[in-house]
């Protein structure tokens, strides 16, 4: 059995990520971008964003690839790019982290929620079918948990209907459908580099890829406060920019995402290995294998679940909970929704694992063995705390 290295652990306990352990490998380069970075004083923009854009777009397999400043902001400049806005509707799945919608809302449009498949917790095309309607603009496939969702069936739904296809990738970094990158499976697709992402930076970032000229053009205008050329503002924009640090140490990090990858999907597999089929898990899809940005599992007794691992020292979270529609955020109007038991149960039930690429098969040993010991005990619902 392999020990775990020193600091894996925190205080005994198996961390939910390891942020310190991945950059410890990697401080050099870090160091040296950051220098690189100093002499060049291209802070904001610059060539650093530049070469991060062209380098992420060939890893995503599309055209162009377009820097801001967070994933929240790359949905929304995407969103209004192709001109979504008052009036138009767009299909969201109600299991997801609120931004999908938030951004939705921020361009004036409607989120309509869809329920999700048990299986996966990713957007149900039928579901999404039933929701088509004249305002009906695009659809929002959301790859959750470093899942790619099911983009023929998307496709074959919203051709009919002229509607747009976009990717809420912001879990799947290096995931694949068919062959095919998170990132080129749609019209355009919003990714996050938030710090714990399998791509993440040391700070907030994010980015839009797709093939379309004229999309990438304006949203690189959107994000620049409306720029054309500098002092020329031809249109309302924002300042929504990638930071020229954050694409240094950005292109640092991806030369080492598939290695990443690779490890997340190997502990992955050791947790199958362990758990199933006692224990509810993400069905396992070989045209879209899983980037594993989290190991979700399920449990009618989640929260009390989680108390038991928590005094058994391992580290957890919930992913999500409520139910994008049960926020308290949303005021009438804003948001639209019918019957999601799928998106409900899962909001329920589901708690993620630890997982990261320093994550050691120890203690994956050690999280499963406490996860059986804590369904196999009858306990009354407590409280947890959302992450």
């Known amino acids: 059995m392999e020990a775990p290295p020193v600091g894996a652990r925190r205080g005994g306990n198996v961390r939910f990520v390891a942020l ?128 790619a969702c099911d983009m023929d069936a998307i496709q074959a739904l919203a051709g009919p209907h002229n509607l747009l296809v976009l990717e809420d990738a912001a879990q799947a970094h290096g995931a694949t459908y068919h062959g095919r990158r998170t990132g080129s499976l749609g019209d355009a697709a919003a990714f996050s580099f938030y710090p714990s992402k399998n791509l993440g930076a040391l700070g907030d970032g994010g980015a839009i890829c797709t093939d379309d000229d004229v999309l990438a053009s304006r949203i690189r205008r959107l994000r620049n406060l ?8 031809v249109e309302l924009g924002y300042n929504e920019r990638l930071d020229g640090l954050q694409a240094a140490l950005l292109r640092v990090k991806l030369g080492h995402l598939d290695e990443w990858n690779s490890a997340r999907q190997s502990r992955a597999a050791l947790y199958r290995k362990l758990l199933e089929p006692g224990v509810r898990l993400v069905e396992e899809r070989p045209e879209s294998p899983s980037v594993h940005h989290l190991f979700p599992a399920r449990f009618e007794d989640r929260d009390a679940v989680a108390r038991m691992l928590a005094a058994l020292g391992i580290e957890t979270g919930v992913h999500y909970s409520p139910a994008v529609q049960a926020h308290p955020a949303w005021k009438n109007g804003q948001l639209r929704h019918g019957e999601v038991p799928h998106a409900d149960a899962w909001a329920a039930e589901e708690l993620s694992l630890p997982m990261h690429p320093d994550l050691r098969p120890h203690d994956v040993e050690r999280v499963a063995q406490a996860v059986h010991a804590a369904v196999s005990v009858p306990t009354a619902r407590s409280g947890v705390n959302r992450c």
């Open 20 to 147: 310190d352990l991945q950059h410890a490998h990697i401080e050099r380069e870090l160091t040296e971008a950051f220098s690189r970075l100093l002499g060049s004083s291209a802070f904001t923009l610059g060539v650093e964003v530049e070469q991060f854009e062209a380098e992420f777009a060939a890893y995503s397999q599309a055209r162009h690839c377009v820097g801001v400043a967070s994933g929240t902001a790359a949905l929304s400049l995407m969103l209004e790019a192709y001109g979504i806005g008052p009036g138009d509707e767009v299909i969201v799945p109600a299991h997801t982290f609120i931004a999908s919608a938030l951004a939705v809302n921020h361009v004036g449009a409607t989120p309509v929620l869809c329920d999700v498949l048990d299986a996966t917790g990713l957007v149900d095309p039928d579901a999404a079918r039933a929701l088509v309607g004249p305002r009906t603009a695009a659809i929002l496939a959301v790859h959750l948990y470093g899942q």
């Open 226 to 233: 409306g720029q054309r050329t500098k002092g020329e503002h």
